[in-house]
């Protein structure tokens, strides 16, 4: 056995000719802790002894335990089956090569041994290797985390639906039930991160104006201002640094995480039955008109609707918190145009254009048109008008603007009350302008 320093990779050679593992352990020294076996039986024995090694690079020509029938071996046993396997061979035929792949291998190097050949590779599996356990890794740990959100989810819905059903009155069920996930989701986004929770409703917000511009059906844009408000739904989980610094300087672990988020975002929600439309949005919430977007480099009409629209918007958003200032529009407005195409789908400009009209970051309560007034919740009456949207304070809608509110829809206020706590305020058409009925 040869050993240099002890954070280095380990690689078991395993070859009868002694000459074979000679020129190994000379290409390989400098960068590696090295072991070898002459036989299978040395091999498994060295194997239960010693500290697994990260690689095995394996002769197929052995006298009594051939190379394949050493590596089927390996592969069953779980204490070395996810042990990358190299096979060195003489043999160039398809046969020999589909044989060894069928018994585990992931690779080969012909004989003659190339030096450079052979440190490419080696280095090629260690890393294909170390990203395998990283991913295996963040998938147990997604695993759990949905686990956990889901439980902590399930039971605050349960409490709201205790609330609703503790009122008898007649509802759409589903609705209510979508609704109330998306608000114990979105709540938790809040507590998690103000600036993710801000920027999530202002993207719903935006996709909302699109999808209406483009005169979507209702329930599409439903769905995609549920998928607004969840599309980082994936980054809960993830650490402060990974929230806080900027996206384009992220490297390594860091970025496979943040590029994962569209993903994990998709998991949780499709966890939830009544949620099961907007999932897909989410996945595709990074995706760009020409392919380089991630997590699966969709294009074009791969991407859904909702997807395009949300990544449009969180685009937008982000470039309004980039560009503070009266010229904010303008500025966007250029950056927009000059993704159209490229990470947009052109056919979005219009109504791209039309929602930064619409924009209004935190619109000022004082900016009533002469035609409208503020009033508080508990003056709401049958046939007033909306002038805006009622939302509940985590984004939920549960008026639409331009409403007259009847009996049903007073009851829906007030079954919303009693489950999601709402604005104080909000906006009617003065009744001196109510069009006569
Ligand atoms: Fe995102």
């Known amino acids: 056995m040869t050993s240099t320093s002890p954070v280095q990779p380990s690689i078991l050679i395993i070859d009868d000719v002694p000459e074979n593992i000679k020129i190994l352990l000379r290409i390989l020294k400098d960068d590696y802790e090295l072991h070898y076996a002459t036989s299978g039986r040395q091999a498994l024995s060295l194997l239960a002894k010693v500290k697994k090694p990260d690689l095995i690079l394996l002769d197929v020509m052995m006298p009594e335990m051939d190379g394949y029938e050493l590596c089927a071996t390996l592969k069953q046993d779980p204490e070395t089956g996810a042990i990358p ?10 046969e020999s090569e589909t044989q060894a792949l069928s018994s585990g291998a992931v690779d080969f190097i012909h004989k003659p041994i190339n030096g450079e050949v052979v440190r490419a590779r080696v280095r090629l599996h260690l890393k294909l290797d170390q990203h395998a356990k990283e991913l295996h890794i963040v998938n147990t740990e997604l ?23 503790a009122s008898h009155q007649q509802h759409d069920r589903r609705q209510n039930s979508s609704d109330a996930i998306v608000f114990v989701l979105a709540d938790l986004l809040e507590q998690r991160d103000q600036r993710l929770s801000k920027h999530s409703r202002t993207v719903a917000s935006l996709a909302v104006s699109m999808a209406k511009a483009l005169d979507l059906p209702w329930a599409q844009v439903e769905e995609i201002r549920h998928a607004g408000l969840l599309h980082d739904i994936g ?160 984004g939920v809608l549960i008026v639409e603007r331009g409403t007259r509110l009847t009996t049903e829809s007073m009851e829906n206020i007030r079954r919303h009350q009693l489950s999601i706590p709402l604005r104080t305020v909000t906006y009617i058409q003065k009744m001196n302008s109510l069009p006569h009925p």
């Open 85 to 94: 396997v190299i096979f060195i061979t003489a043999k160039l035929d398809a």
């Open 143 to 165: 695993t759990e985390w949905i686990a956990i959100l889901k439980n902590r989810v399930l039971k605050q819905t349960a409490l709201i639906r205790e609330k609703i059903e």
């Open 235 to 394: 980054l809960i989980g993830s650490s402060d640094r990974l929230l806080m610094d900027n996206v384009e300087l992220l490297s390594g672990a860091d970025a496979a995480n943040y590029r994962a988020h569209p993903i994990r975002g998709q998991k949780t929600i499709d966890s939830f039955e009544e949620l099961k439309g907007i999932g897909c949005h989410i996945r595709h919430h990074h995706e760009a008109f020409d392919g380089s977007g991630f997590p699966d480099g969709l294009s074009g009409k791969e991407i859904t609707v909702g997807g395009k629209i949300i990544h449009l918007a969180s685009f937008m958003e982000n470039s309004f918190v980039q560009f503070p200032g009266k010229d904010a529009k303008y500025k966007v407005s250029r950056k927009v145009a000059a993704g159209m195409g490229v990470l947009f789908d052109p056919t979005l400009s219009a109504a791209a254009n039309l929602a930064l009209k619409e924009l209004l970051i935190d619109p000022p309560v004082t900016h009533q048109s002469p035609s409208e007034q503020e009033i508080p919740f508990s003056d709401l009456r049958v046939g007033m008008v909306l002038t805006r949207d009622l939302y509940s304070i985590n």
